[in-house]
């Protein structure tokens, strides 16, 4: 079974500067997508970056960015110029060859400090 | 277009009765994945339904249902509530059978008394 790490409970970062938040995965399919999605207060979970295990160029998507290292299994979020609009949960998620079953990790609180 | 809906949005529930939530989801999608969302568990995969099957199920007991109409909508149904019920439950709905983004609804938040 896929499974999702996310190493940081928590996160702080002043305004303006960018911050990577951690997620690592653990799979056997050759054939996967990897999602981030961000969760504000409110509970909606809200799409913001995907990136496909044959892509050959990391996925970008205005200050969302994804660091793909798919030797290591790594599939870090970059969040470029943050704003205190960006303080939210945001969770990694994975989705194999199974449908459309995403297995999700724990989640990142971001803090944005002005 | 309109997004993902679910209704209703806050349900308040005592033990042992059952309960009933409804997703439509985005016009012309046809697979239709509910998920549990709670502080302990954390985001956990309930059923997908696409074309009215089911095609996957996660580690759920029998209390939890679903099914899903020939317009996509879909209902998860929840019989005898138990304390640990309370959650988020967020429907998402996606264009394809698979491999494709799901769009997510604002969720149910059940609560068990």
């Known amino acids: 079974a896929q499974k999702i790490t996310q190493t940081q409970p928590g996160m702080f970062v002043q305004e303006k500067e960018a911050v990577t938040l951690d997620c690592t995965y653990d799979?056997?399919?050759?054939?996967?997508?990897l999602f981030w999605y961000k969760q504000p207060s409110s509970g909606e979970m809200i799409f913001l970056i995907y990136q496909g295990s044959y892509d050959e160029q990391n996925a970008t998507e205005g200050r969302y960015s994804l660091n793909f290292q798919k030797a290591r299994k790594s599939a870090n979020l970059v969040i470029s110029a943050s704003q205190l609009g960006d303080s939210a949960m945001y969770f990694c998620?994975?989705?194999?060859?199974?449908?459309?079953?995403?297995?999700f990790g724990a989640g990142t609180i971001l803090r944005v400090k002005s | 277009k309109a997004g993902v809906t679910q209704t209703p949005r806050y349900l308040i529930k005592t033990r042992g009765q059952q309960v009933t939530l409804s997703c439509s989801p985005i016009s012309g999608h046809r697979s239709v994945s509910w998920y549990q969302q709670t502080p302990g568990q954390g985001l956990q995969f309930l059923f997908e339904?696409?074309?009215?099957?089911?095609?996957n199920k996660g580690n759920f007991p029998g209390r939890f249902s679903g099914r899903q109409f020939s317009n996509s909508r879909s209902e998860m149904n929840v019989s005898t509530l138990e304390l640990g019920d309370s959650a988020l439950y967020l429907c998402?709905?996606?264009?394809?059978?698979?491999?494709?983004?799901?769009?997510f609804g604002p969720g149910t938040r059940l609560t068990v008394l």
């Open positions: 998620a994975f989705l194999g060859t199974g449908g459309n079953k995403l297995v």
């Open positions: 998402a709905s996606s264009l394809w059978d698979k491999g494709a983004e799901q769009f």
């Open positions: 799979t056997s399919d050759q054939s996967y997508g």
């Open positions: 339904y696409f074309s009215e099957t089911q095609r």
